[in-house]
Nanobody, 118 residues
Framework: QVQLVESGGGLVQAGGSLRLSCAAS????????MSWYRQAPGKQRELVAD?????????PDSLKGRFTISRGNAKNTVHLYLQMNTLIPEDTAVYYC??????????WGRGTQVTVSS
């Protein structure tokens, strides 16, 4: 089992930046890749970025250049980050951390709210 806890959300003005963090604990050695998703009110959850165990990253075309995913490993935990720049009101959503293991089992965090004011 893997536990994920997000932090770093909040209220920011349009044009500002935020850095989200996700701390993974538990069976972290089994983690194959990690992602950030977001879900805006009334919309489906969508992929924001993902990163594999070897550091390969992917982003939707609409977010390339503004968002950057990164990952850091420590002794008993793994940290996932999302640097978000030039935020716009449409980025307002709950942002979720997601991890998958070698058996493709998926784990979700509870999310952190990001609100961008115009």
């Amino acid at each position: 089992q893997v536990q994920l806890v997000e932090s770093g959300g909040g209220l920011v003005q349009a044009g500002g930046s935020l850095r989200l963090s996700c701390a993974a604990s538990g069976s972290i050695s089994s983690i194959n890749g990690m992602s950030w998703y977001r879900q805006a009110p009334g919309k489906q959850r969508e992929l924001v970025a993902d990163i594999t165990s070897i550091g390969s990253t992917t982003y939707p075309d609409s977010l390339k250049g503004r968002f950057t995913i990164s990952r850091g490993n420590a002794k008993n935990t793994v940290h996932l980050y999302l640097q978000m720049n030039t935020l716009i009101p449409e980025d307002t959503a709950v942002y979720y951390c997601y991890a998958w293991d070698s058996r493709l089992r998926g784990y979700w965090g509870r999310g952190t709210q990001v609100t961008v004011s115009s």
